[in-house]
């Protein structure tokens, strides 16, 4: 039961209410491998806050990158004789990085990078045919897909030096948990379906009454996320699929397409809307407890960001992904949420001691006790506090 009470006053009630909607986020770019790198996107984020991503050239080949939690970023390098790699995972631990480089033949390889940043082949279907590696577990299995004999990408699984097909049909798996759960998608006569893969079976997901959809990520729970195409508008929804029942997300402003891209533990979810139909221009977007905002809303007013794309979100509620900057080259951020105002002690709460911390502060007139900005510590500061106290932390 939430401890939010009526007896608070008034006037903290009005503070409070003019600073929803206001910055939550701490927004820092990710630096590129240097100033020949043109463009930088970061794909993913691990609990220890290391990102992966690639970095782009001014002769477009891209690079696979790692940024260290304090934004360091470093090259992972490539196979022989290859120019282009590209990071597009890491596990959770942060240890393991998977995803492919360009091979001298033209082809694309699965690969994944150790602790140490040393890079293994994942091998393929067929020889020298191909694949990628879209997600990896902390225990080392990777997904993604590879082409077969006769060229066609078949979802598969990256295990023990083995490929392992999931499906006879086109299609990729896109995310495994560490019960190494499987979600991704096919296509069949029937369309393009989302697939949950565990141990030897499968399963299709519910669609929204049109057979298009993927599944994008899957967390600890099992809780599932992606698109599926409505019927009643034919765009995309963003969706969830929660022990089998699926929640259309819809569009966002009731207008522009949506796609779920990562969900955490806590079920907070990040993607984008497609803002601009001709040119494909998205927003990044976030969904806690199924309402969708802007992330642009919830970044420092100024900064210069347009946050495009948020492509991962981990267990601290880091988010990442790219955007522009006062409208130059594209750029990979990371969001940090900023610390619960009510949260005096650090402990992630609102409880008894940080009220007496607040309320010591208050009686001697610290500085640290003006909550809403007026000079000098007084009645409203406290009422201020209060009703932050109250609403507690998420």
């Given at each position: 039961m939430s401890k939010?009470?009526?007896?608070?006053?008034?006037?903290?009630?009005?503070?409070?209410?003019?600073?929803?909607?206001?910055?939550?986020?701490?927004?820092?770019?990710?630096?590129?491998?240097?100033?020949?790198?043109?463009?930088?996107?970061?794909?993913?984020?691990?609990?220890d806050g290391s990102v992966v991503g690639d970095s782009l050239n001014n002769t477009l080949a891209r690079r696979a990158v790692v940024w260290a939690p304090d934004g360091t970023?470093?090259?992972?390098?490539?196979?022989?004789?290859?120019?282009?790699?590209?990071?597009?995972?890491v596990s959770p631990g942060g240890a393991l990085i998977a995803g492919d480089h360009r091979n001298p033949n033209g082809a694309t390889e699965a690969a994944n990078w150790d602790a140490a940043h040393?890079?293994?082949?994942?091998?393929?279907?067929?020889?020298?045919?191909?694949?990628?590696?879209?997600?990896?577990?902390?225990?080392?299995l990777a997904v993604g897909d590879s082409r077969n004999a006769v060229g066609l990408f078949r979802p598969v699984k990256y295990e023990n030096g083995a490929v392992v097909e999931l499906a006879d049909n086109v299609g990729a798996a896109s995310d495994v948990n560490?019960?190494?759960?499987?979600?991704?998608?096919?296509?069949?006569?029937?369309?393009?379906?989302?697939?949950?893969?565990?141990?030897?079976?499968?399963?299709?997901?519910?669609?929204?009454?049109?057979?298009?959809?993927?599944?994008?990520?899957?967390?600890?729970?099992?809780?599932?996320?992606?698109?599926?195409?409505?019927?009643?508008?034919?765009?995309?929804?963003?969706?969830?699929?929660?022990?089998?029942?699926?929640?259309?997300?819809?569009?966002?402003?009731?207008l522009f397409p949506t796609a779920a891209l990562d969900i955490n533990d806590a079920g907070v979810i990040v993607g984008t809307a497609t803002m601009e139909f001709a040119s494909g221009r998205t927003t990044a977007l976030i969904w806690r407890n199924g309402v969708a905002e802007e992330l642009n809303n919830l970044i420092p007013p100024g900064s210069g960001w347009d946050l495009l794309v948020a492509s991962a979100i981990n267990g601290s509620g880091?988010?990442?992904?790219?955007?522009?900057?006062?409208?130059?080259?594209?750029?990979?951020?990371?969001?940090?949420?900023?610390?619960?105002?009510?949260?005096?002690?650090?402990?992630?709460?609102?409880?008894?001691?940080?009220?007496?911390?607040?309320?010591g502060?208050?009686?001697?007139?610290?500085?640290?006790?003006?909550?809403?900005?007026?000079p000098g510590v007084?009645?409203?500061?406290?009422?201020?506090?209060?009703?932050?106290?109250?609403?507690?932390c998420e």
């Open positions: 939010r009470i009526s007896t608070v006053g008034l006037v903290g009630s009005v503070v409070v209410a003019a600073c929803a909607g206001a910055q939550e986020y701490e927004v820092r770019e990710l630096p590129g491998l240097s100033t020949f790198f043109i463009a930088n996107f970061a794909r993913d984020i691990a609990d970023v470093a090259d992972l390098g490539t196979g022989a004789d290859s120019a282009m790699s590209q990071a597009r995972a040393t890079l293994t082949f994942l091998g393929s279907l067929a020889p020298d045919s191909g694949g990628r590696a879209f997600a990896i577990n902390d225990s080392g560490s019960a190494a759960q499987i979600v991704g998608w096919v296509d069949t006569v029937d369309g393009q379906l989302a697939m949950l893969w565990e141990g030897t079976g499968s399963t299709i997901l519910t669609s929204l009454g049109d057979a298009r959809q993927s599944a994008a990520a899957i967390n600890e729970s099992g809780v599932i996320v992606g698109s599926a195409l409505h019927p009643d508008d034919s765009k995309l929804h963003a969706v969830v699929w929660d022990n089998g029942a699926i929640q259309d997300l819809g569009l966002y402003q009731d880091q988010i990442v992904g790219w955007g522009e900057r006062d409208a130059g080259r594209t750029r990979a951020f990371i969001l940090t949420p900023l610390p619960c105002a009510a949260d005096r002690t650090g402990d992630g709460t609102a409880d008894v001691f940080d009220l007496l911390d607040y309320l502060l208050w009686f001697a007139g610290a500085a640290e006790a003006d909550i809403d900005g007026a007084d009645v409203f500061d406290l009422l201020a506090y209060l009703d932050l106290w109250f609403a507690g």
